[in-house]
């Protein structure tokens, strides 16, 4: 059984530009939640979403969107790239709000 | 106040050493708490879940004061392959619903060395 996935591994983008980050869930789970987790830091809640809506969301500015599909695989979107949105971006999916289970992330560096 | 605080250490500790950690958080309203380990780029990863007075497992014992709003982990008999970023977490509540919402402190760096 494959756990969560998540692509591309690594990412390197300029400032201003848009991204899209990919996350199938585990089998059998239903919620993805995304975090952002920068460097000596503890992961950041982004959003979570269930029934293809977004059920909660952290304190993050509108540039970052998000989406679910019928399959319950997600994509996080961030328009206008920061300097400070370099970071490593998680996600974890989970049935309903039980135990998240974490992707390997994606690295994403903004130059 | 942050609402989950963790002193980032790093501790640096030899093989056998016993080590403590502390976590404190800001809403009384929450039910259950978790214990994730990090290793150097890799996910976090469940290490323990605490939802009473404590918990056990083999070497690791997380213990919960409701009162002062603290959670504790405890490593005895520390082995090298213990060393890792321990993040103390606690799950969005609100009015006793749990929502999927995880808020993780800033996370302790164990280093154990030989």
């Known amino acids: 059984d494959a756990g969560v996935t998540q692509s591309p591994t690594h990412l390197i983008k300029t400032r201003g530009q848009q991204v899209t980050l990919r996350c199938s869930p585990k089998?059998?789970?239903?919620?993805v939640s995304w975090y952002q987790q920068a460097l000596g830091q503890g992961p950041q809640f982004i959003f979570q979403y269930y029934e293809e809506e977004e059920r909660q969301r952290g304190n993050f500015p509108d540039r970052f969107s998000g989406h679910q599909f019928p399959n319950y695989s997600s994509e996080l979107n961030v328009n206008a790239l920061l300097l400070g949105d370099s970071a490593l971006y998680l996600c974890a999916s989970s049935f309903s709000v039980n135990e998240q289970f974490f992707g390997p992330g994606t690295r994403l560096t903004v130059l | 106040r942050k609402e989950v605080e963790q002193d980032p250490g790093p501790f640096n500790v030899p093989e056998g050493a016993t080590v403590a950690f502390n976590c404190t958080y800001s809403?009384?309203?929450?039910?259950?708490f978790f214990w994730y380990r990090q290793d150097c780029r890799k996910e976090p990863k469940l290490l323990m879940s605490?939802?009473?007075s404590g918990n056990e497992d083999g070497r690791f014992t997380a213990q919960l004061n409701r009162a002062s709003q603290y959670i504790s982990l405890l490593i005895r008999d520390s082995k090298l392959s213990d060393s890792a970023t321990y993040l103390c977490?606690?799950?969005?509540?609100?009015?006793?619903?749990?929502?999927?919402?995880?808020?993780f402190g800033q996370g302790t760096i164990l280093t154990v060395h030989p």
């Open positions: 605490v939802y009473s």
């Open positions: 977490v606690v799950p969005y509540n609100a009015g006793g619903t749990s929502y999927g919402k995880l808020t």
């Open positions: 809403n009384s309203a929450s039910q259950s």
């Open positions: 089998s059998g789970h239903d919620t």
